[in-house]
């Protein structure tokens, strides 16, 4: 029998038309005579949809007809229920409109690639790729995840945070505090966004200013990075689990300013032009590096990858000083644009064949998993005398 995989896509999100991007590249290559393909998109205000319009990119050009043409369903926060139901049921109860073996997330950004919906799926017990609650919460955070890298020994860029609470009462303190730690020029990112999205550079604290709010829009945790200016940004792709790994070759993605935008991953550098997710990005492939530094990023890579314990694939992207020829780890996307197909092309390893390994690790997770203990049998509400208290007890 063919695995029925649930590919779930889109979400509350400022990523959410890339998700679709990526969901729709996965399902043409998920290998048909082993997958049935139940396609579940999140809109951006939360609700599930199913139905084999959803894999058409061309449909989300008027996105009203397209969801009146679906199937609003949900999965039920039951732990061991994989089913999908029809939202509404019938006159004889729930519909089941499938049967899940596994979740294949292609979600992108906050409240998506965030632990949020790993969480979820966590709860219901049932497998699904990439990585878990853990490692996609502190793989988003920026913040986390350079303290985590620091204390790891791995290198990252000198960086300082604050809270958006903090800016709004004084701005100038906040920029006082900044300039002790950092000097400019810097880079304001929010801290739990991806694909470059908030993103501004500050040469001066006017234009610091100016790009914490901006990015303060976009979230309440805000890092502010020094800015390597002879900067050449190296990316890297892992596929496996903590604690069995391997790398990609590297890329060296092209940029048509001062940092990579959205247009620039996205669009070719053009605001005009189709998207192919990361695949639209002009890219150096393999990238033409020194000797030495190949392997260096590839080791880097997978130790950062252990470090955080990731699942299935993630890519890793670096910073090289040309300067001092330095290099960095920037930050890691634990479900990343395309899920990083053109990087194991270019190492051998063609899309499905990628696809098949990822489900086959969430498949092994999930047994894994399955053999830890949550239930220790006892009961202690058995040894409360009439009366007693919890209190009483200790831990």
């Known amino acids: 029998m063919k695995t029925k995989v649930g590919l779930l896509f889109g979400g509350r999100s400022v990523e959410n038309e890339i998700s679709v991007v990526t969901a729709v590249q996965t399902s043409e290559s998920l290998d048909a005579d082993r997958y049935e393909v139940v396609p579940i998109y999140i809109s951006k205000q939360g609700r599930w949809y199913t139905g084999d319009g959803l894999l058409k990119v061309e449909n989300y050009r008027d996105l009203t007809r397209l969801l009146a043409s679906s199937s609003e369903v949900y999965m039920k926060p039951l732990y061991g229920d994989y089913n999908l139901y029809l939202n509404g049921g019938g006159l004889f109860g729930d519909k089941v409109v499938a049967t899940l073996d596994v979740i294949l997330p292609t979600l992108h950004g906050t409240n998506c690639e965030d632990g949020t919906v790993q969480g979820v799926l966590a709860s219901i017990g049932i497998p699904f790729v990439g990585c878990g609650v853990l ?77 914490a709010e901006y990015a303060c829009t976009f979230t309440t945790r805000i890092i502010v990075e020094r800015l390597i200016t002879a900067l050449k940004e190296v990316n890297c792709s892992v596929i496996g689990n903590y604690e069995e790994c391997e790398a990609s070759v590297c890329e060296v993605p092209q940029r048509s300013g001062e940092i990579l935008t959205y247009e620039d991953k996205y669009k070719g550098g053009g605001k005009g032009a189709k998207s192919k997710g990361m695949r639209s990005t002009k890219r150096e492939l393999p990238a033409k590096l020194a000797d030495g530094e190949t392997e260096y990023i590839q080791d880097l890579a997978c130790r950062t990858f252990r470090a955080l314990s990731c699942d299935g694939v993630a890519r890793i992207d670096f910073m090289k000083d040309e300067d001092d020829r330095r290099i960095y780890v920037n930050e890691i996307n634990t479900i990343p644009g395309s899920l990083s197909s053109y990087l194991w092309d270019a190492a051998g390893l063609p899309f499905d064949k990628a696809i098949d390994r990822l489900i086959d690790i969430a498949l092994a997770r999930s047994r894994e998993e399955s053999f830890k203990i949550t239930d220790f049998g006892g009961n202690i509400f058995k040894d409360l005398g009439k009366g007693a208290r919890m209190g009483k007890f200790s831990k």
Request: aromatic share 12%.
């Open 135 to 211: 490692a996609s919460a502190n793989g988003m955070d920026k913040i986390t995840m350079k303290m985590i890298l620091r204390g790891c020994g791995i290198p990252v860029v000198d960086y300082f945070w604050f809270n958006d609470k903090s800016w709004y009462a004084d701005r100038d303190k906040v920029a006082d505090a900044l300039e002790k730690t950092l000097k400019y020029p810097v880079i304001v990112k929010p801290a739990n966004s991806g694909s470059s999205v908030g993103i501004r550079p500050a040469h001066n604290r006017e234009e610091f200013f100016e790009a």
